[in-house]
C-alpha cells in the first residue's frame, strides 16, 4: 500500500492543483477508469474500516483475499447459486467443494466505487464495492457513517431464466481481536445485522494498526427470501451450495463467519441486486488531549441501529448522488489537457477514496452539537495522525472539493500546539503528527 500512497499523492500534489473547482452536478454517468493500481478500495470509510485488493490479485478476484491496509488478511466472501451451481465470485482463496470460480472479465474504479465483472456460467455478474464521498457541508454527516455498501447484481447472458441466490459473510479477522470478540445477531426495524464486539476491550488501542475496540458489523436489508446464519464457514458453504439458503443458527462464537444469503428469485430480463453493508463503530473514536471525541453521526443516529437503519435505506440515494459526483471529477479530470487527460482523470479517481478513507468527522462526545472536527490517520505508512505534510499533499483534493476540510484538519494541531509546552509540544516549530504521544509524555 506504500506504493499506492507514494504514486497518487506525489503525483496529486504535482497536478491536481489545475483543477481548483470540482462542482457536482447532475451529468448522466462516464465511464469507469480500468488502469491497473497497486491497489483497489473497497471498503474504506476511516481508517479503521479500510478493506482493500492487492492488485495482483484482481486477474482472477474469485480466488482473492481482501487485506486491511496495513496488509492483514480479512475474510469477506461472496458467492452465488446460479441455476442450483455454486460459484465463487471473491474472496474464496481455498477450494470448496461443490463450488466453481468464476472468470474475472473486467476490473474498473470511479472515484466511489470499485467494479468487478464476472462471469458465472450464464449469469454476468457484477461486484459493486461502493464506499460513499460526500465532501459538502450539508452532508457531514452522512460521511461521518462509519460503512460502506457492496452490492451483487447479477443478469443473463443468454435471455434465457435462471435461478439466483447470492450469499456474502466477514469474520472475526475484521477486528484484530483473534477470536476474544463476542457474535451476536440482531434484528431491528428494517435491517438484520450480526456484531462483533469484545466487552472487555480497552479503548483507544491498536495491533498494528487495526482498532481494537469498537464494533464491526454486517447488515442487511430485512426482506423475503433473506436467510442469515452463523457458523464455520465450511458448514456455510455446504449449506448454501445444496439449498440456495442458510439454516439459521443465532449460537455464534467469535471465529464464526457471520453470513446472509439472499434468494433474487428468477432472473430473465433486468438484472436483479442484492446490498450488503460492511461497518466499524466506535462510540469512543478518539482521544484528543483527555477528551473523548465520537463520530460526528451521532449527532443525529446515537445507536447503531439507527444508523445501520439510516445507511441501508439511504443507498438508493446515495447511489445517485455517487454517480452525479463520479462523473463530475472524471469529465472535470479529462478536460484539464486533450494529451493526458485521461491518465490525469485515472490519478484524480483512484485518490478521491483513499484521501476520504483516512478520515474521520468527529465532535466531543459530550456536545454532539459541537463544530466536527477531521482527524487525518496516515494509512498506507506509519498510522500517524494529523501528520502536517501529508495534510499539505492532500490539499489539492479538499481545495477542489471542500476547503473547510483543510480547517477543520488543521484546528486539532493548531489548539495542540497551542497548549501550554507542560501539556502541549513544547519546540517552537510545527508538531509534525499528534498521533504518537500523549501530551503527558511529552519530554
Known amino acids: 500500500m506504500s506504493t499506492l500512497s507514494t504514486m497518487f499523492l506525489s503525483l496529486l500534489n504535482h497536478v491536481c492543483a ?28 476511516h481508517p479503521y474500516l479500510s478493506a482493500w485488493l492487492p492488485g495482483n490479485q484482481a486477474p482472477n478476484v474469485a480466488a482473492s483475499q481482501p487485506q ?18 455454486a460459484y465463487s465470485l471473491f474472496g474464496v482463496p481455498d477450494a470448496v467443494s461443490g463450488i466453481v470460480a468464476a472468470t474475472t472479465q473486467s476490473v474498473s474504479y470511479t472515484s466511489s ?22 465532501p459538502k457541508a450539508e452532508d457531514y454527516v452522512r460521511q461521518s457513517l462509519p460503512y460502506s455498501y457492496l452490492t451483487v447484481s447479477v443478469v443473463s447472458t443468454n435471455g434465457k431464466t435462471l435461478s439466483v441466490q447470492v450469499l456474502s459473510g466477514i469474520d472475526q479477522t475484521w477486528t484484530a481481536q483473534g477470536g ?28 498494528n494498526d487495526m482498532a481494537t475496540y469498537g464494533t464491526v458489523v454486517f447488515a442487511t436489508s430485512a426482506g423475503a427470501g433473506l436467510t442469515s446464519t452463523c457458523g464455520a464457514a465450511s458448514t456455510v458453504y455446504s449449506t448454501f451450495v445444496k439449498t440456495g439458503a442458510l439454516t439459521q443458527s443465532r449460537t455464534c462464537s467469535g471465529e464464526s463467519l457471520a453470513a446472509f444469503a439472499s434468494n433474487l428469485g428468477k432472473i430473465a430480463g433486468a438484472a436483479k441486486n442484492f446490498t450488503f453493508a460492511v461497518g466499524f463503530d466506535r ?4 482521544d484528543y ?23 441501508l435505506k439511504d443507498y438508493s440515494n446515495a447511489l445517485a448522488q455517487s454517480f452525479a459526483f463520479d462523473n463530475e471529477i472524471r469529465s472535470k479530470s479529462e478536460a484539464v489537457s486533450t494529451a493526458f487527460g485521461t ?8 485518490s478521491v477514496r483513499q484521501t476520504f478513507g483516512a478520515l474521520e468527522l468527529t465532535v466531543p462526545a459530550s456536545d454532539l452539537s459541537a463544530t466536527p472536527s477531521v482527524f487525518l490517520k496516515e494509512i498506507s505508512s506509519d498510522g500517524n495522525v494529523n501528520t502536517i505534510d501529508l495534510i499539505f499533499q492532500s490539499w489539492p483534493v479538499f481545495v477542489s472539493l471542500n476547503p473547510d476540510y483543510i480547517r477543520f484538519l488543521l484546528e486539532p494541531v493548531l489548539s495542540y500546539s497551542g497548549l501550554p509546552s507542560s501539556q502541549g509540544w513544547p519546540q517552537s516549530w510545527v508538531i509534525h503528527d499528534i498521533g504518537t504521544r500523549k501530551p503527558e509524555n511529552v519530554p
Open 18 to 45: 489545475v483543477v481548483l473547482a470540482i462542482c457536482v452536478g447532475t451529468s448522466a454517468v462516464t465511464q469507469a477508469a480500468s488502469v491497473s493500481l497497486p491497489s483497489y478500495p473497497l471498503a474504506v470509510k
Open 68 to 85: 486491511f491496509w496495513a496488509g492483514q488478511s480479512l475474510n469477506w466472501p461472496v458467492l452465488a447459486r446460479i441455476n442450483g451451481q
Open 113 to 134: 466505487h470499485t467494479y468487478f465483472r464476472l462471469l458465472a456460467g450464464a449469469a454476468e455478474i457484477t461486484l459493486d464495492f461502493f464506499s460513499p464521498v460526500l
Open 180 to 207: 476474544a470478540s463476542q457474535l451476536n445477531f440482531t434484528s431491528s426495524g428494517s435491517a438484520e445485522y450480526f456484531q462483533f464486539h469484545n466487552r472487555s476491550e480497552i479503548k483507544f488501542t491498536e495491533a
Open 283 to 286: 462510540t469512543d473514536a478518539i
Open 289 to 311: 488531549l483527555g477528551q473523548t471525541q465520537t463520530g460526528y453521526y451521532r449527532s443525529q443516529w446515537p445507536t447503531i441501529s439507527g444508523a445501520v437503519q439510516y445507511f
Open 343 to 350: 491518465q490525469y482523470a485515472d490519478i484524480v479517481e483512484a
